[in-house]
């Protein structure tokens, strides 16, 4: 059985940093493309990284500079290093896999997580 679980989520204020992690099973996390998404109240479900075959990663213009995607496959677990934190990235994270990159950038990945909450205050 296939399971993301997302943990590391908090209450931070601006400026603080969190780091979020993805724990894998059911599959081997390096033979899948790998993501983080969110989603704050009232507006649509956004990407926020991707990572694939291991080390080719992408971040949306927001958060480039500010967050760090990667993964340990040793453990199986995808992580978002996210520093500098602002208002604006307060929001529920999910991380979400696909043996697809192309179904995980559009935000139809196969697997998604519970999602871990992130809030920063001002």
């Known amino acids: 059985q296939v399971q993301l679980v997302e943990s590391g989520g908090g209450s931070v204020q601006a400026g603080g940093s969190l780091r979020l992690s993805c724990a894998v099973s059911?599959?081997?996390?390096?033979?899948?493309?790998m993501g983080w998404f969110r989603q704050a109240p009232g507006k649509e479900r956004e990407w926020v990284a991707y990572?694939?075959?291991?080390?080719?990663?992408t971040y949306r213009d927001s958060v480039k500079g500010r967050f760090t995607i990667s993964q340990d496959n040793a453990k199986n677990t995808l992580y978002l290093q996210m520093n500098s934190l602002k208002p604006e990235d307060t929001a529920m994270y999910y991380c979400?896999?696909?043996?697809?990159?192309?179904?995980?950038?559009?935000?139809?990945?196969?697997?998604w997580g519970q999602g871990t909450q992130v809030t920063v205050s001002s």
């Open positions: 979400a896999a696909d043996v697809s990159p192309l179904q995980l950038r559009i935000g139809r990945s196969k697997y």
């Open positions: 059911g599959f081997t996390g390096s033979s899948y493309s």
């Open positions: 990572i694939y075959g291991s080390s080719s990663t």
